[in-house]
């Protein structure tokens, strides 16, 4: 059974850090693209961050770029998102999703999602 979870949110004053960890099992970890999303209430999902299988590669939302910074742990099976220089607009949730294409099958797994709230 495919499990991700995400921990480390709370609350942080602007201009603070925090690390998000997803922990993941019942998939090939180290196969699959990682993704961090965040969606506000009423607002659209955003893609944050991404990394490939291997750690090779990472791209960023403009909204973040300088900020975030994804990792990932392929022995531990684990994605990271440093997060800093946060802002009240990144008071949201935010999800892991692991991602792979299989024969031009997507397959795609998320996370429950860990809330953020940027306040003084």
């Known amino acids: 059974q495919v499990h991700l979870v995400e921990s480390g949110g709370g609350l942080v004053q602007p201009g603070g850090s925090l690390r998000l960890s997803c922990a993941t099992s019942g998939f090939t970890f180290s196969s699959y693209v990682m993704r961090w999303y965040r969606q506000a209430p009423g607002k659209e999902r955003e893609g944050v961050a991404r990394?490939?299988?291997?750690?090779?590669?990472?791209d960023y939302a403009d909204s973040v770029k300088g900020r975030f910074t994804i990792s990932r742990d392929n022995a531990k099976n684990t994605v990271y998102l440093h997060m800093s220089s946060l802002k009240p607009e990144g008071t949201t949730v935010y999800y892991c999703?692991?991602?792979?294409?299989?024969?031009?099958?997507?397959?795609?797994?998320w996370g429950q999602g860990t809330q953020v709230t940027v306040s003084s």
């Open positions: 990394i490939t299988s291997a750690g090779v590669s990472t």
């Open positions: 999703c692991a991602f792979s294409l299989v024969a031009d099958v997507p397959y795609d797994y």
